[in-house]
């Protein structure tokens, strides 16, 4: 079955990039998408289609994707960005990467 | 503004079956556009997609789950529901009503499809 991989873990200091990766043998043929958890929340759409921000979304976020790589860049990550951060994306069914647990501090 | 609403028993019995409702406002789930599923989060892990639904009826499931997740949609009342039997402590998790756009029905596993709206999410603990 196909799978999406993140690692578990991304710590960088206020002010720094940080960049979360989502590994898949689907990504090059099909679009991925970005999720923001915060502790005892739903999840919120940061990025879709790849490289899109939906409105409200602040222009730190950006995403982009080459072969079978996916990543999400937070731009100057700022302490109310820590959450988890799951990609997403399909092929006959719905993928959802492990989750990535983004440390700023 | 879209607003969907989880409602059921925050706590289900083993062997048992969970019952939960989503009931959406600002929004019709008669519309063409749109699936709406269901997603869970047991305490501390990921995301677990459980299945999804068209206005039609027509649903799809994660096959690890298919066999006991049932997805139904009463469009008078604009609510979709799901059942899950035999449920075991390994269904103890927070579910998630989630709407699910779909660039490309009925061929759903083309184009951009992904969620945009979320519910808050209820805890469904099973224990005896």
């Known amino acids: 079955s196909h799978e999406l991989t993140q690692p578990p873990s991304v710590s960088v200091s206020p002010g720094q990039t940080a960049r979360i990766t989502c590994s898949g043998d689907t990504l090059p043929k099909k679009y991925v998408y970005w999720y923001q958890q915060k502790s005892g929340q739903a999840p919120v759409l940061v990025i879709y289609?790849?490289?899109k921000r939906p409105s409200g979304i602040p222009e730190r976020f950006s995403g982009s994707s080459s072969g079978t790589v996916a990543t999400l860049t937070i731009s100057g990550a700022q302490v109310k960005d820590e959450a988890d951060y799951y990609c997403y994306s399909t092929d006959s069914s719905v993928l959802f990467g492990g989750g990535t647990k983004l440390t700023v501090l | 503004q879209l607003r969907l609403q989880e409602s059921g028993p925050g706590l289900v019995k083993p062997s048992e079956t969970l019952s939960l409702t989503c009931s959406v406002s600002?929004?019709?789930?008669?519309?063409?556009?749109?699936?709406w599923d269901w997603v869970r989060q047991p305490p501390g892990k990921g995301l677990e997609w459980i299945g999804g639904i068209y206005y039609d009826g027509s649903t799809y499931h994660n096959p690890s789950l298919e066999s006991r997740a049932t997805i139904s949609v009463d469009t008078s009342k604009n609510q979709f529901s799901l059942r899950l039997s035999s449920v075991t402590a390994a269904d103890t998790a927070v579910y998630f009503c989630?709407?699910?756009?779909?660039?490309?029905?009925?061929?759903?596993?083309?184009?951009?499809?992904?969620?945009?709206?979320w519910g808050q999410g209820i805890l469904v603990t099973v224990s005896s």
């Open positions: 989630a709407r699910k756009y779909c660039s490309t029905i009925p061929d759903i596993w083309s184009g951009s499809n992904y969620f945009d709206y």
């Open positions: 600002g929004g019709s789930v008669s519309s063409t556009t749109f699936y």
């Open positions: 289609e790849d490289t």
